[in-house]
């Protein structure tokens, strides 16, 4: 089918519907055409609705013109989701869909509209003492809670709670003819979307979908009471091979709530940006508010910048951990099983050989057995002479218990 871009009918009943202000052409709509790597095939135009109300008569009003959509949420997706290669499309911008619907305690549940930020999110069910169980990606500032669902997000909350798609019980999905279908429990007339599990799991069907199979208007997603101490520690590995066991050992208990791992290009360039003297200061007031006195706070800030520098410039791989308990003593119980886990892993593996030839100093190599005559050093046979005992993973100190809001 051939699509005709100019389309003053289409335009003037989208304008009919959000307002002129909410459609965009042109250059206007350039910075929302793209995600955080590049940008495709450029849209009709961009289209903010700003209620699901809104929503379902826009999709109503490029159905009967057969024109395609996409969609976007926060703008942070690197994965083309919502980027079409063809020309013609209309993409709607859901950011307007921000409203937080229902916050049920008694029942465990939260409702919110597409566009609602994990950041928004968050700060909200502080208020409650709650939260949900996955709560947002690391862009979670500008990521939606829509788009997280539609790409089947991982971060915070994924050590032990999985994805994005394992916290959603229900959606309000807009059908490609502006109809709105519930999953779930909210299905049923009259019940509350307490459960995702009501009959086929049609919850399941939408999720990781880039907004392909129907458009999400509301998600609800369970609520858990937020603990009140956390305490993150850093570990430093040789190479990917022991930090991928490593990882593989912990996430099997699902012990901890958050992590992430960076190579040592990402590491040294975290170590840049918080070499700013207003990142730098904002750290250590965090680490001294946070300890029992002052002079305890000193310390810790002086032994968390020497040990966590020294292991994060030399190594070639971190690993991150957050991990949280009822107090602190839950908190340190499950850091120290951390390590125990990360001991058993060293352990176990080969014993790592020499990186460096004693004699010519040239670079050996990378496998973690004995590399054959013919392999390695060029010179001599120094490098492929085992250390004296495996290495360690390297680990910064924790910071003393915080308490959240």
């Given at each position: 089918?051939?699509?005709?871009?100019?389309?003053?009918d289409?335009?003037?009943?989208?304008?009919?519907?959000?307002?002129?202000?909410?459609?965009?052409?042109?250059?206007?709509?350039?910075?929302?055409?793209?995600?955080?790597?590049?940008?495709?095939?450029?849209?009709?135009?961009?289209?903010?609705?700003?209620?699901?109300?809104?929503?379902?008569?826009?999709?109503?009003?490029?159905?009967?013109?057969?024109?395609?959509?996409?969609?976007?949420?926060?703008?942070?997706?690197?994965?083309?989701?919502?980027?079409?290669?063809?020309?013609?499309h209309?993409?709607?911008?859901?950011?307007?869909?921000?409203?937080i619907?229902?916050?049920?305690?008694k029942?465990?549940?939260?409702?919110?509209?597409?566009?609602?930020?994990?950041?928004?999110?968050?700060d909200?069910?502080?208020?409650?003492?709650?939260?949900?169980?996955?709560?947002?990606?690391?862009?979670?500032?500008?990521?939606?809670v829509?788009?997280?669902?539609?790409?089947?997000?991982?971060?915070?909350?994924?050590?032990?709670?999985?994805i994005?798609?394992?916290?959603?019980?229900?959606?309000?999905?807009?059908?490609?003819?502006?109809?709105?279908?519930?999953?779930?429990?909210?299905?049923?007339?009259?019940?509350?979307?307490?459960?995702?599990?009501?009959?086929?799991?049609?919850?399941?069907?939408?999720?990781?979908?880039?907004?392909?199979?129907?458009?999400?208007?509301r998600?609800?997603?369970?609520?858990?009471?937020?603990?009140?101490?956390?305490?993150p520690?850093?570990?430093?590995?040789?190479?990917?091979?022991?930090?991928?066991?490593?990882m593989?050992?912990?996430?099997?208990e699902?012990?901890e709530?958050?992590?992430?791992?960076?190579?040592?290009?990402?590491?040294?360039?975290?170590?840049?940006?918080?070499?700013?003297?207003g990142?730098?200061?904002?750290?250590?007031?965090?680490i001294?508010?946070?300890?029992?006195?002052?002079?305890?706070?000193?310390?810790?800030?002086?032994?968390?910048?020497?040990?966590?520098?020294?292991?994060?410039?030399?190594?070639?791989?971190?690993?991150?951990y957050?991990?949280?308990?009822?107090?602190?003593?839950?908190?340190?119980?499950?850091?120290?099983?951390?390590?125990?886990?990360?001991?058993?892993?060293?352990?176990?593996?080969?014993?790592p050989?020499?990186?460096?030839?004693?004699?010519?100093?040239?670079?050996?190599?990378s496998?973690?057995?004995?590399?054959?005559?013919?392999?390695?050093?060029?010179?001599?046979?120094?490098?492929?002479?085992?250390?004296?005992?495996?290495?360690?993973?390297?680990?910064?100190?924790?910071?003393?218990?915080?308490?959240?809001?």
């Amino acid at each position: 089918m051939t699509i005709t871009l100019d389309r003053p009918d289409l335009l003037h009943a989208l304008t009919e519907i959000v307002g002129a202000a909410n459609v965009l052409t042109g250059a206007a709509m350039q910075p929302y055409a793209e995600d955080v790597y590049r940008k495709l095939a450029a849209p009709l135009a961009v289209v903010r609705p700003g209620s699901v109300e809104q929503l379902q008569a826009v999709v109503r009003a490029t159905a009967a013109t057969q024109t395609p959509l996409s969609i976007r949420g926060g703008g942070a997706s690197y994965t083309d989701g919502y980027l079409p290669r063809e020309e013609g499309h209309v993409l709607l911008d859901l950011g307007g869909l921000d409203s937080i619907v229902t916050i049920d305690p008694k029942a465990g549940y939260v409702t919110v509209e597409a566009g609602v930020t994990w950041a928004h999110l968050r700060d909200e069910l502080a208020r409650h003492g709650l939260r949900t169980p996955f709560w947002g990606p690391f862009s979670g500032l500008k990521a939606t809670v829509g788009g997280s669902m539609s790409q089947n997000s991982v971060s915070h909350g994924s050590g032990a709670y999985g994805i994005s798609a394992e916290s959603a019980l229900s959606f309000d999905i807009v059908t490609a003819d502006g109809s709105l279908l519930s999953t779930g429990a909210a299905a049923a007339t009259g019940n509350l979307p307490f459960t995702r599990h009501f009959g086929p799991d049609l919850t399941g069907l939408f999720t990781g979908d880039c907004g392909t199979l129907g458009i999400k208007a509301r998600i609800t997603l369970p609520l858990l009471r937020s603990r009140a101490a956390h305490r993150p520690i850093s570990f430093a590995f040789p190479d990917f091979a022991t930090m991928h066991e490593a990882m593989r050992r912990v996430s099997q208990e699902r012990i901890e709530d958050s992590h992430f791992a960076l190579d040592a290009a990402l590491s040294q360039g975290q170590i840049a940006r918080q070499d700013r003297a207003g990142a730098a200061l904002g750290i250590a007031l965090s680490i001294i508010k946070s300890s029992p006195s002052l002079v305890a706070g000193l310390r810790q800030v002086a032994r968390a910048a020497v040990s966590a520098r020294k292991a994060i410039s030399g190594s070639a791989y971190m690993v991150h951990y957050i991990v949280e308990g009822f107090d602190d003593a839950e908190a340190r119980a499950r850091l120290h099983r951390i390590r125990e886990l990360l001991a058993a892993t060293v352990a176990r593996s080969p014993r790592p050989w020499r990186r460096w030839c004693a004699a010519c100093r040239s670079r050996p190599s990378s496998t973690r057995s004995a590399p054959p005559a013919s392999a390695g050093c060029r010179c001599t046979a120094s490098c492929r002479t085992p250390t004296s005992r495996p290495s360690m993973p390297r680990s910064t100190p924790s910071t003393p218990r915080v308490r959240r809001r």
